[in-house]
């Protein structure tokens, strides 16, 4: 599935720019952008391995939420000056 795939590409370039992130955000803000883009991928793959569609949906909505927390995450990081507007 090319949206699992551009996932998982999404997933390296945020742990390259949390890499960065000042170490005492490394129990924060880092980890917890570094779990919610991981679990865009994982829930895509998991809904893909269910049996009727309203399950795939409902792990696809997650994803979703998932890629809405992420892009909160990536402004409060912004407006903290651990990124640049170019790492968004």
Known sequence: MLVWQKSIDLVIEVYQITAKFPMEERYGLTSK????????????????????????????ATAQGSSFELDTQLIISNRLNFTSREDN
Request: net charge positive; proline share 4%; hydrophobic share 35%.
């Open 33 to 60: 952008i570094n779990r919610c883009v991981v679990s865009i991928p994982s829930n895509i793959a998991e809904g893909a391995t269910r049996n009727t569609y309203k399950e795939f949906n409902n792990f696809l």
